[in-house]
C-alpha cells in the first residue's frame, strides 16, 4: 500500500510540475505558429497549415484566428477529396471550428465568412432540401461578413457564387425555395452574381478561381465579349499550385471554343 501510495504521488508529481511548462510553451509559441500556418496557408500548403492551427487549438481552444482559418482549410481541403466518407468529415470539422469562432465573434466578418463557406461545403454533400436550405442560409452570414468588412474578397466571391446558383435553380429547386424558404432566390440574377465576382477581383485581383467563375457567369449570360476578356486576364497570371494550374488549363479551353 506505501508502495502505491508512493507510486501515485510520483506521476503527480510529474504532472504538477509538467504542467506550467506545456502552458508557458504554448503560450509562446502561438505567434509563431500562427505566422508560420499563414505562410503555409497562403502557399496552398493546406494540410500542413490544418495541422499547426489544430496544434495553436490544443494549447488555446478560443484562439479565434485558428478556428476561421482551420475551418476554411478544412472545407478546402474537403472539396478535393473525392471519398464522400472523408469529404463529408472534413466538412463537419469546418462547420464545428466555424460555429465555435462565430460564438466567440459573431459580428466579424471572418467569422461570418467561415459559417457561409461551411455551410456551403455541407449543402453540396446533403439531400435536396437539406441542400437548398443551407445555401440559402448562406446569405445572411454572407451580407454580415461584408457589413463587418466591406473589402472581404472572398466574402463577394462567395455571394456571386451564391447569387449564380439560386439564378440558375431548376423548377423544382425554385418551388421548394419558394415554398420552405419564402422565395429568397427572388432577389437572385447572373447580373447580380458578376457585379460581386467582379467586387471580389477588384480587391483581390490575383486569384484565377475568381476570373474562371466570373467567366462562367458571362457564359451563361450569352456576353462572349467580357467572357473572352475574362478568360485572357485569367490565363495572363502567374500561377504555380495544382488547383490553379488546372483552372488555367480549363480557361484556355473555354478561350478556344470562343474563339472558333
Known amino acids: 500500500m506505501k508502495r502505491k501510495l508512493q507510486v501515485w504521488m510520483f506521476f503527480l ?3 504538477l510540475a509538467g504542467a506550467p511548462m506545456v502552458a508557458v510553451a504554448g503560450k509562446g509559441s502561438t505567434e509563431q505558429l500562427l505566422k508560420k500556418a499563414e505562410e503555409l496557408m497562403v502557399s496552398y500548403r493546406d494540410s500542413e497549415a490544418l495541422a499547426m ?13 485558428a478556428l476561421c482559418k482551420a475551418s476554411y482549410l478544412n472545407c478546402r481541403i474537403g472539396e478535393r477529396v473525392t471519398d464522400e466518407g472523408t469529404k463529408i468529415a472534413f466538412y463537419l470539422k469546418g462547420k464545428e471550428y466555424a460555429s465555435r469562432a462565430y460564438e466567440l465573434n459573431p459580428a466579424d466578418a471572418e467569422s461570418n465568412y467561415a459559417m457561409a463557406v461551411s455551410l456551403g461545403a455541407m449543402a453540396m454533400v446533403s439531400g435536396p432540401k437539406q441542400r437548398l436550405a443551407g445555401i440559402t442560409q448562406m446569405k445572411s452570414f454572407l451580407d454580415a461578413a461584408l457589413a463587418s468588412n466591406k473589402e472581404h474578397a472572398g466574402a463577394w466571391h462567395l455571394l456571386g457564387r451564391w447569387y449564380f446558383k439560386m439564378a440558375n435553380l431548376n423548377f423544382a429547386e425554385a418551388a421548394a425555395s419558394k415554398m420552405f424558404f419564402g422565395g429568397v432566390c427572388g432577389e437572385a440574377t447572373n447580373e447580380k452574381a458578376a457585379d460581386a465576382i467582379q467586387t471580389a477581383i477588384k480587391y483581390n485581383p490575383v486569384n484565377i478561381q475568381y476570373y474562371y467563375d466570373l467567366a462562367m457567369v458571362y457564359k451563361e449570360l450569352k456576353s462572349k465579349e467580357s467572357c473572352t476578356e475574362t478568360l485572357k486576364q485569367a490565363i495572363a497570371l502567374d500561377v504555380t499550385t495544382r488547383d490553379e494550374l488546372e483552372l488555367a488549363r480549363r480557361c484556355k479551353i473555354m478561350l478556344q471554343e470562343y474563339s472558333k
Open 53 to 65: 492551427y489544430e496544434e495553436v487549438l490544443q494549447v488555446a481552444p478560443d484562439n479565434y484566428t
Open 13 to 15: 508529481m510529474l504532472g
